[in-house]
Structures are given as structure tokens and as C-alpha cells.
């Protein structure tokens, strides 16, 4: 009984994201990601995603179609998660496998293909699946000076001494 009221609330308040957002309402979102942990898992609010498309009377298909409702969804959903990977990169560093993160990969490339967002969640994925050597590992090799750069966001790919 307690899961399913929870249940209830957390689809409930990540329903009331988009519309949130489309408001121009700046503190839920926020809120939602400094508090969700309360009511439940990285796991659980993912699992959701999916249902956003159906919230609101669509499915997120890939379409290259600029402006319209579609389009308006598609960017609220894009920045939330974008919002959400950005500020909370420790939700999605689950080792060894990063399931959560994969999830969110899935998600990005069937609905939002190419986009920024998919680039930077590959590009976090390869940084926790191949981590940069420690000093102790990299005793004797050379910077390489590389720096990789995604939606005006430096980061470095090379190994600063």
C-alpha cells in the first residue's frame, strides 16, 4: 500500500514536470531532482519516461519537424534530462554496468537522436566505463592535451600533470 501511494505521487509529480516547465515555472525541477530520492530510485523515475509522450497525447517519435506541440515536448523533456545529467552525474554512476545511464541512452536515441543531450550521455558513459589512470598508473606517459568540447562545456579527454 505505501509503494503504490508513492507510486502514485511520484508519477504525479514527474507528470507535472513538462507542463512545469513549459510554464516557465524555474523551481520545480530543482526541487523534483534535489528530492526525488525520497520517494524512489534513478531506476524508477527513468522508468517513466516512456509515459511522458502518453501524458500528454503523443508518443516522442523522431521527427526533424521544427515548432508545434511535438516539437515544444520535446525540448522540455530534452532540457529536463539534460537539467538532471548535468547537475546530477551521481545518479547515473552505478558501476560496473551504468544501467541507469544505458536506460537513458535508449531513450535519447529513439527520441531524440543526434541531439546534444545523446552526445553528452555517450561521452559520460565512456568516461566511467574507461577512467582516466591515476598518477600512479600514468607515471611516465605524456599529457596528450586532448579536449573535447559539447554544447560550449569543455571536457578534457587528456591527463593534466
Known amino acids: 500500500m505505501v509503494w503504490s501511494v508513492q507510486a502514485g505521487r511520484l508519477e504525479k509529480l514527474v507528470g507535472n514536470l513538462v507542463p512545469a516547465f513549459l510554464d516557465s515555472d524555474p523551481s520545480d525541477l530543482p526541487a523534483f531532482l534535489g528530492t526525488y530520492r525520497a ?17 500528454y497525447g503523443c508518443i516522442l517519435p523522431y521527427s526533424d519537424e521544427d515548432g508545434g506541440h511535438l516539437h515544444q515536448l520535446k525540448m522540455a523533456v530534452s532540457s529536463i534530462l539534460s537539467t538532471w545529467l548535468h547537475h546530477y552525474r551521481e545518479d547515473f554512476h552505478q558501476p560496473p554496468e551504468f544501467p541507469c545511464l544505458k536506460m537513458l541512452l535508449a531513450y535519447l536515441e529513439l527520441s531524440i537522436p543526434g541531439s546534444d543531450l545523446e552526445h553528452r550521455a555517450h561521452f559520460l558513459l565512456a568516461q566511467l566505463e574507461h577512467p582516466e589512470p591515476t598518477e600512479v598508473e600514468s607515471d611516465g606517459e605524456e599529457d596528450s592535451g586532448w579536449v573535447m568540447e559539447i554544447s560550449g562545456e569543455r571536457e578534457w579527454l587528456g591527463h593534466t600533470k
Open 39 to 55: 520517494l524512489a530510485t534513478t531506476q524508477q523515475v527513468l522508468d517513466l519516461l516512456p509515459l511522458l509522450g502518453h501524458w
